[in-house]
């Protein structure tokens, strides 16, 4: 992931641009994003099953998630470094199911493209390791269908090095249809010394008012939910760490 790239001129020159676009993009959804994605409402009718219990958690209020749950007697302050176990999708067997119609390198791309927008949201807050462990933050999430769902296997999501964003580029600037109707997630917040839960979330967004168009399912769209939940993951967990827990109550 972390391998240095050797590229010619030329190539060198076209990543620079694509990047350039893609950071402005990466600002952009972290300063509105609460203008250009909503919430869409849930029920537990619509839960997938990644999260096996759902008993702690309470429906959100406000600008909450959906359905949340933290565990405020824990020392937040503690968690200095972040492992992302892995970015799942879970798909159900219906015959209209966007994730099972999806081709197998959009499946890998979807999960991909979450994964990196975590990372890329919480490097500047925190030390990215690759296993868990004391002071270390699980996180575990998937995108998921509103309805039982199952995982679909050999997806194993990791963030897209820069070669591969050009090829992605295209898709994620242009708008290519994905199929999905909205984006769901669900995520598992986890000690990394002992296993315990610490928080977890059921959310759903779709495109906002601010939007020309209904959203579509377009990657830019899809793209712009995950830069969403990423950074207020971020800044809702910085808060955490410095005992504030207001946003949540």
């Not at 699980?138 to 090095?161: D, F, M, W």
């Not at 964003?165 to 984006?183: D, N």
């Not at 839960?197 to 601010?210: C, S």
Request: charged fraction near 20%; hydrophobic fraction near 40%; include cysteine.
């Amino acid at each position: 992931m972390n391998q240095i790239l050797n590229l010619n001129a030329s190539a060198r020159t076209g990543w620079k641009f694509l990047a350039g676009i893609i950071s402005a993009g990466l600002l952009i959804a972290g300063v509105t994003g609460c203008s250009t994605t909503e919430r869409v409402s849930e029920s537990p009718k619509d839960f997938s099953g990644f999260l096996s219990d759902y008993s702690q958690l309470h429906k959100g209020k406000g600008d909450e998630a959906n359905y949340i749950y933290l565990d405020e007697s824990v020392n937040f302050a503690k968690y200095t470094k972040l492992y992302v176990k892995n970015v799942d999708l879970w798909k159900s067997d219906e015959p209209d199911s966007p994730f099972a119609n999806m081709t197998p390198d959009d499946q890998q791309m979807l999960v991909n493209v979450f994964h990196t927008a975590i990372v890329n949201a919480a490097t500047s807050h925190f030390e990215i390791v690759d296993q868990p462990g004391p002071d270390v933050l699980v996180v575990n999430v998937a995108i998921t269908e509103a309805r039982k769902s199952k995982p679909v296997i050999n997806l194993v999501s990791s963030v897209i090095p820069q070669m591969a964003v050009i090829s992605y580029g295209k898709k994620l600037i242009t708008g290519t249809g994905t199929g999905v109707g909205y984006i769901r997630i669900e995520g598992n917040f986890t000690d990394g010394g002992t296993g315990q839960r610490v928080a977890a979330i059921v959310d759903a967004r779709a495109g906002g008012k601010a939007w020309s168009t209904k959203f579509d399912g377009s990657w830019g769209d899809v793209k712009l939910s995950f830069d969403f939940w990423a950074n207020r993951f971020v800044e809702r967990f910085d808060s955490f760490r410095k005992g504030d827990f207001s946003d949540v109550k």
